[in-house]
């Protein structure tokens, strides 16, 4: 519908264009946003809207920059979450006009509780940050617009509406809601322009978003035959529409823009009027389908017998009779043989990829991407499937009660209700990650081997993990292998999961760094103090009194040594401490046992239910849960604030340079806003060049229950321990168990 009586001159905009994100490169960063925002903003002035008439929020790419030069009267901020905010919150309320439009381009996600998340700059892997799609609606029909402003208001959101994988969605925080306040003017009309529907992508072609060019073209259109006249936007719409349904009908399923329309013809609730419903393809038309077919005929058209070894091969593992006569096997016909099985199309590729055949590596990429597609959630293969699901089904019951209890303890953070071992089996085959991280199917059965002990059924099991993970990913054995390694450790040290050493030293003094120190151990009879060094001793003394110590009192690479550290010296290298005096040759102190530094100070009363709170999670959380710090922090107050924002994390990783200078913030106030914020995890690198560290940090980090962090980490010190140039030497790891404190400090005598 047209609005009667439009003067452009008394027509408001915010444009909100976000390209760059705090992750950057391949996967955040965006090329379109800024053109497509530029192209709304200049049909906008071209109808007569005044620059100064437009707010713009951009945070464009570099290479972008210019497309947003030329708009030099408009009312130009970074897009941030900061900004935003003032916009739609405080300066709305100044306006005096008659039509509002609201234009946002960038990344979009459901996010937790399904809401739709407009993400903010500052997004990062692992911590998407963003407005609620939602919520901003609501806010242009609350007092932060006046009532007398704004008679009506257009609102088109292209950005996509994709899911996170399930164990992001269960802790990805909740979107910013930018009011909380009533509508109190249901009646202002609004029209809102979504690009795509829950779940879905909205693209982008050539640099523009294929939503905003259509839209683009029907107004621009439009205002070719009457340039003074507001849009019909009712038109506008059945034009983006008709134009989608076409992409559908030609391509196969696309995405499908939405509309919502309050009040727009002083209609209760307004519904654009609804297109004829496009022709529907012939029922056996799909699109992956025919096209994996077309690869396969590529790959075994010029190739008879490799045809004919194909089909035999996909026959037994389908143990199915040829469904034709064998001189009329084609491509179409192995791909629906294939389909008839849930794990036959899997095989199919992973059988054409073993063939000597004309199959190219882009071929198979495209192979495997068509085969999510018909098969989704699905990648073992047949053979793969059938030999776990006989193991586990010829079991007893209560040792299929003990494998889904090892995968509620795997898949931490998702809901499997599932209790049967096929479902439980299916269940977790949903959840594969991106390799060569452990998918949560392997971690599973790892934790059932290990909970089985030696006998022939664990060997059968960690036979099928390792044959499955050399098929995955060449990296992946490796990775396996590590995981099994942590089981097997945990097993052996069950019965004294108690048992571990702390060590208090006190803040160095005096030019040699002298310190006194106290030791106690844990075990089966609760605390005891074992030694007591209330005179300054130089720091030789002290390693060589804990190496004496551990050979009495340490189970080597089970028992954990924390050292209780004041603020300012968490940084103090004790892992890499040497001891030998009960073997052949000195080794590294965490490369022998888990070794990790707590902190005496900022634990203040007020805030003891933030340090539990994110304690509790860690039982829980996953390795990836980590909030990941940016290494340019500006002050301990930045630092604090960003810690703040995050109290769903259970722990940071430290990115920080030790040695950084001039406007960043030393490594050391980063770990007091932490520690003073009640972060009881935090990892980082103490040496080593900077890009190796933070290599380093992401192998340590590659995905795994964040209770085995610990010996994870002492193994990955052990690999390297003798090259002193290795960052992985320099791992580590700040574990502050509220459950596990200091015991109180004992009466010392005068130094």
């Given at each position: 519908?047209?609005?009667?009586?439009?003067?452009?001159?008394?027509?408001?905009?915010?444009?909100?264009?976000?390209?760059?994100?705090?992750?950057?490169?391949?996967?955040?960063?965006?090329?379109?946003?800024?053109?497509?925002?530029?192209?709304?903003?200049?049909?906008?002035?071209?109808?007569?809207?005044?620059?100064?008439?437009?707010?713009?929020?951009?945070?464009?790419?570099?290479?972008?920059?210019?497309?947003?030069?030329?708009?030099?009267?408009?009312?130009?901020?970074?897009?941030?979450?900061?900004?935003?905010?003032?916009?739609?919150?405080?300066?709305?309320?100044?306006?005096?006009?008659?039509?509002?439009?609201?234009?946002?381009?960038?990344?979009?996600?459901?996010?937790?509780?399904?809401?739709?998340?407009?993400?903010?700059?500052?997004?990062?892997?692992?911590?998407?940050?963003?407005?609620?799609?939602?919520?901003?609606?609501?806010?242009?029909?609350?007092?932060?617009?006046?009532?007398?402003?704004?008679?009506?208001?257009?609102?088109?959101?292209?950005?996509?509406?994709?899911?996170?994988?399930?164990?992001?969605?269960?802790?990805?925080?909740?979107?910013?809601?930018?009011?909380?306040?009533?509508?109190?003017?249901?009646?202002?009309?609004?029209?809102?322009?979504?690009?795509?529907?829950?779940?879905?992508?909205?693209?982008?072609?050539?640099?523009?978003?294929?939503?905003?060019?259509?839209l683009m073209d029907e107004l621009e259109a439009g205002s070719r035959r009457d340039p003074a006249a507001a849009p019909d936007l009712d038109q506008v719409w059945q034009g983006i529409r008709s134009h989608f349904d076409e992409l559908a009908e030609r391509d196969g399923a696309g995405q499908v823009p939405t509309a919502l329309c309050r009040n727009w013809t002083s209609d209760e609730d307004y519904a654009p009027r609804r297109l004829p419903a496009a022709a529907k393809p012939p029922a056996e038309r799909n699109p992956a389908r025919d096209g994996l077919a077309l690869l396969v005929r590529a790959a075994l058209a010029d190739d008879g017998p490799a045809?004919?070894?194909?089909?035999?091969?996909?026959?037994?593992?389908?143990?199915?009779?040829?469904?034709?006569?064998?001189?009329?096997?084609?491509?179409?016909?192995?791909?629906?043989?294939?389909?008839?099985?849930?794990?036959?199309?899997?095989?199919?590729?992973?059988?054409?990829?073993?063939?000597?055949?004309?199959l190219e590596p882009a071929d198979l990429v495209s192979m495997k991407a068509d085969g999510r597609r018909l098969a989704p959630d699905r990648w073992l293969l047949c053979a793969e499937y059938d030999t776990l699901m006989a193991l586990l089904e010829a079991q007893p019951e209560e040792v299929a009660r003990e494998f889904t209890e090892a995968a509620r303890k795997e898949a931490v953070g998702t809901d499997l209700t599932a209790t049967a071992p096929r479902e439980v089996v299916d269940a977790l085959e949903a959840l594969l990650p991106d390799l060569p991280r452990l998918p949560r199917l392997l971690g599973t059965v790892e934790r059932a081997a290990a909970?089985?002990?030696?006998?022939?059924?664990?060997?059968?099991?960690?036979?099928?993990?390792?044959?499955?993970?050399?098929?995955?990913?060449?990296?992946?054995?490796?990775?396996?292998?590590?995981?099994?390694?942590?089981?097997?450790?945990?097993?052996?040290?069950?019965?004294?999961?108690?048992?571990?050493?702390?060590?208090?030293?006190?803040?160095?003094?005096?030019?040699?760094?002298?310190?006194?120190?106290?030791?106690?151990?844990?075990?089966?009879?609760?605390?005891?103090?074992?030694?007591?060094?209330?005179?300054?001793?130089?720091?030789?003394?002290?390693?060589?009194?804990?190496?004496?110590?551990?050979?009495?009192?340490?189970?080597?690479?089970?028992?954990?040594?924390?050292?209780?550290?004041?603020?300012?010296?968490?940084?103090?290298?004790?892992?890499?401490?040497?001891?030998?005096?009960?073997?052949?040759?000195?080794?590294?102190?965490?490369?022998?046992?888990?070794?990790?530094?707590?902190?005496?100070?900022?634990?203040?009363?007020?805030?003891?239910?933030?340090?539990?709170?994110?304690?509790?999670?860690?039982?829980?959380?996953?390795?990836?849960?980590?909030?990941?710090?940016?290494?340019?922090?500006?002050?301990?107050?930045?630092?604090?604030?960003?810690?703040?924002?995050?109290?769903?994390?259970?722990?940071?990783?430290?990115?920080?340079?030790?040695?950084?200078?001039?406007?960043?913030?030393?490594?050391?106030?980063?770990?007091?806003?932490?520690?003073?914020?009640?972060?009881?995890?935090?990892?980082?690198?103490?040496?080593?060049?900077?890009?190796?560290?933070?290599?380093?940090?992401?192998?340590?980090?590659?995905?795994?229950?964040?209770?085995?962090?610990?010996?994870?980490?002492?193994?990955?010190?052990?690999?390297?321990?003798?090259?002193?140039?290795?960052?992985?030497?320099?791992?580590?790891?700040?574990?502050?168990?509220?459950?596990?404190?200091?015991?109180?400090?004992?009466?010392?005598?005068?130094?």
């Amino acid at each position: 519908m047209r609005p009667a009586g439009h003067d452009w001159r008394r027509t408001h905009a915010v444009v909100v264009a976000v390209e760059q994100y705090a992750t950057r490169g391949e996967g955040w960063d965006l090329d379109g946003p800024a053109n497509d925002a530029a192209r709304m903003m200049r049909w906008l002035r071209g109808r007569g809207v005044p620059e100064d008439h437009m707010h713009l929020l951009a945070s464009p790419l570099e290479r972008n920059e210019g497309l947003l030069a030329e708009f030099t009267g408009v009312r130009r901020s970074t897009a941030d979450r900061m900004h935003v905010r003032r916009v739609f919150q405080d300066e709305l309320r100044a306006l005096d006009v008659d039509w509002l439009w609201v234009y946002w381009a960038g990344h979009g996600i459901q996010a937790a509780h399904n809401r739709w998340s407009l993400l903010y700059p500052e997004s990062r892997d692992g911590d998407p940050q963003g407005a609620d799609a939602e919520n901003l609606i609501s806010l242009l029909r609350t007092d932060r617009l006046p009532a007398r402003a704004a008679q009506r208001a257009v609102v088109v959101l292209d950005a996509c509406r994709t899911t996170l994988r399930p164990g992001e969605q269960a802790h990805a925080a909740d979107p910013d809601t930018l009011t909380n306040r009533t509508e109190a003017n249901v009646e202002r009309p609004l029209f809102v322009m979504r690009a795509s529907r829950p779940g879905q992508a909205a693209k982008s072609v050539h640099g523009v978003g294929l939503f905003t060019s259509k839209l683009m073209d029907e107004l621009e259109a439009g205002s070719r035959r009457d340039p003074a006249a507001a849009p019909d936007l009712d038109q506008v719409w059945q034009g983006i529409r008709s134009h989608f349904d076409e992409l559908a009908e030609r391509d196969g399923a696309g995405q499908v823009p939405t509309a919502l329309c309050r009040n727009w013809t002083s209609d209760e609730d307004y519904a654009p009027r609804r297109l004829p419903a496009a022709a529907k393809p012939p029922a056996e038309r799909n699109p992956a389908r025919d096209g994996l077919a077309l690869l396969v005929r590529a790959a075994l058209a010029d190739d008879g017998p490799a045809l004919a070894r194909v089909a035999r091969k996909l026959g037994t593992h389908l143990a199915a009779p040829l469904p034709c006569e064998p001189a009329e096997i084609d491509a179409v016909t192995l791909v629906d043989w294939a389909r008839t099985r849930p794990h036959g199309i899997a095989t199919l590729i992973h059988l054409l990829a073993a063939a000597p055949c004309g199959l190219e590596p882009a071929d198979l990429v495209s192979m495997k991407a068509d085969g999510r597609r018909l098969a989704p959630d699905r990648w073992l293969l047949c053979a793969e499937y059938d030999t776990l699901m006989a193991l586990l089904e010829a079991q007893p019951e209560e040792v299929a009660r003990e494998f889904t209890e090892a995968a509620r303890k795997e898949a931490v953070g998702t809901d499997l209700t599932a209790t049967a071992p096929r479902e439980v089996v299916d269940a977790l085959e949903a959840l594969l990650p991106d390799l060569p991280r452990l998918p949560r199917l392997l971690g599973t059965v790892e934790r059932a081997a290990a909970a089985a002990g030696d006998g022939p059924y664990a060997e059968e099991l960690r036979q099928w993990s390792d044959a499955c993970a050399r098929r995955l990913d060449a990296a992946l054995p490796a990775v396996l292998a590590d995981r099994r390694a942590t089981l097997a450790e945990q097993a052996a040290s069950a019965g004294t999961a108690d048992e571990r050493v702390q060590i208090r030293l006190s803040a160095p003094s005096g030019p040699a760094g002298h310190r006194t120190y106290q030791v106690w151990t844990h075990g089966a009879s609760g605390a005891e103090s074992v030694e007591v060094r209330d005179t300054p001793v130089a720091p030789a003394a002290i390693e060589r009194a804990v190496d004496t110590l551990l050979a009495r009192h340490g189970r080597v690479n089970s028992t954990p040594v924390e050292f209780f550290l004041d603020a300012r010296d968490l940084e103090l290298d004790v892992h890499r401490w040497q001891i030998g005096s009960d073997g052949p040759f000195e080794r590294s102190l965490g490369a022998e046992f888990p070794v990790a530094v707590r902190c005496t100070e900022h634990r203040r009363p007020q805030q003891e239910h933030l340090w539990r709170g994110r304690w509790e999670q860690v039982a829980h959380a996953r390795t990836g849960d980590l909030h990941w710090l940016p290494g340019d922090l500006p002050t301990m107050k930045a630092a604090h604030g960003l810690v703040s924002a995050r109290e769903d994390a259970p722990g940071v990783v430290v990115t920080a340079d030790g040695s950084a200078a001039g406007s960043a913030a030393p490594r050391t106030d980063v770990f007091t806003a932490c520690v003073f914020g009640g972060v009881p995890v935090m990892v980082w690198c103490g040496h080593g060049e900077p890009d190796r560290a933070a290599e380093e940090l992401k192998n340590l980090l590659t995905d795994c229950p964040l209770p085995e962090l610990p010996a994870r980490l002492r193994r990955l010190r052990a690999d390297c321990d003798g090259d002193d140039t290795h960052p992985r030497g320099g791992l580590a790891l700040l574990w502050d168990d509220p459950e596990r404190q200091l015991p109180p400090r004992l009466d010392l005598s005068a130094p």
